[in-house]
């Protein structure tokens, strides 16, 4: 079974490797992120098992909905002091890009922290009790500035993996590679955090193969691995 254990990033690297040969795959989904070395058309992933590649930077678990706000950050600046979280699972990650509009309502497909509904408002009452705090305590103001600061932790963790990864493979390739960005987040964390460590070309995997494509890009790389084995041939997805 180690074989195979959680590894759905292969099936998104081997895709990704049909397509472009030398390449930095970063999918992010609203769990964890997925950073995925491409050499000459084949992986080049260190780690695998989960623990090598957390190790490696291959992995980083920070995601799009399902975070723990209190594993992002561990102090908010707020009126010129700062405060330590509640080490509680007040907040999640999908209610800091619900605040900032990265996604939309029905984007946050899991279940709230205090089991309450989706709205932008419970989001902020979620996130001020990171803090201690409530919707009457903090101003919408103070509320928006404690989620951009998660946000910019995530970018920052995010960024940290991918320099890892960027670090150890520096010789394998003869050019600076292309980001691919994948997943949930590819838009407002993958990119993001590869625009923040200096990668000059990202390429969104939503714009080559669909954004469906690009939300479970883990199914859509086992359901082309199996057509591809069935069919003797390498098979590419075409976008509707």
């Given at each position: 079974?180690?074989?195979?254990a959680?590894?759905n990033?292969?099936?998104?690297?081997?895709?990704?490797?049909?397509?472009?040969?030398?390449?930095?795959v970063?999918?992010?989904?609203?769990?964890?992120?997925?950073?995925?070395?491409?050499v000459d058309?084949e992986?080049?992933?260190?780690?695998?098992?989960?623990?090598?590649?957390?190790?490696t930077?291959?992995?980083?678990?920070?995601?799009?909905?399902r975070?723990?706000?209190?594993?992002?950050?561990?102090?908010?600046k707020?009126?010129?002091g700062?405060?330590?979280?509640?080490?509680e699972?007040?907040?999640?990650?999908?209610?800091?890009?619900?605040?900032?509009?990265?996604?939309?309502?029905?984007?946050?497909?899991?279940?709230?922290a205090?089991g309450?509904?989706?709205?932008r408002?419970e989001?902020?009452?979620?996130?001020?009790?990171?803090?201690c705090?409530?919707?009457e305590?903090?101003s919408?103001?103070?509320?928006?500035?404690?989620?951009?600061?998660?946000?910019?932790?995530?970018?920052?963790?995010?960024?940290?993996?991918?320099?890892?990864?960027?670090?150890?493979l520096?010789?394998?390739?003869?050019?600076?590679?292309p980001?691919?960005v994948?997943?949930?987040?590819?838009?407002?964390l993958?990119?993001?955090?590869?625009?923040k460590?200096?990668?000059?070309e990202?390429?969104?995997?939503?714009?080559?193969?669909?954004?469906d494509?690009?939300?479970?890009?883990?199914?859509?790389?086992?359901?082309?691995?199996?057509?591809s084995?069935?069919e003797?041939?390498?098979?590419q997805?075409?976008?509707?």
């Amino acid at each position: 079974p180690l074989a195979v254990a959680a590894a759905n990033w292969v099936a998104t690297g081997w895709m990704v490797s049909q397509r472009i040969r030398d390449c930095i795959v970063v999918d992010i989904g609203s769990t964890s992120t997925s950073i995925i070395p491409i050499v000459d058309g084949e992986i080049a992933a260190k780690g695998r098992n989960d623990l090598e590649k957390l190790m490696t930077g291959e992995l980083v678990y920070t995601g799009s909905l399902r975070t723990n706000v209190a594993s992002i950050v561990d102090s908010i600046k707020i009126r010129g002091g700062k405060a330590r979280v509640s080490s509680e699972l007040f907040a999640q990650s999908g209610d800091v890009h619900l605040i900032l509009r990265n996604i939309r309502k029905g984007d946050y497909t899991v279940e709230t922290a205090d089991g309450r509904d989706v709205t932008r408002c419970e989001a902020m009452a979620r996130l001020a009790r990171v803090i201690c705090a409530d919707i009457e305590m903090l101003s919408e103001r103070e509320i928006v500035d404690v989620a951009n600061q998660v946000y910019n932790r995530q970018i920052e963790q995010v960024g940290e993996g991918l320099e890892q990864v960027r670090a150890r493979l520096k010789t394998n390739y003869e050019h600076e590679p292309p980001v691919v960005v994948t997943g949930m987040g590819r838009e407002f964390l993958a990119k993001a955090a590869a625009q923040k460590v200096g990668f000059q070309e990202i390429v969104d995997l939503g714009d080559v193969m669909g954004a469906d494509a690009a939300l479970v890009s883990p199914s859509v790389g086992v359901a082309l691995m199996a057509a591809s084995r069935l069919e003797g041939m390498t098979v590419q997805w075409m976008p509707q």
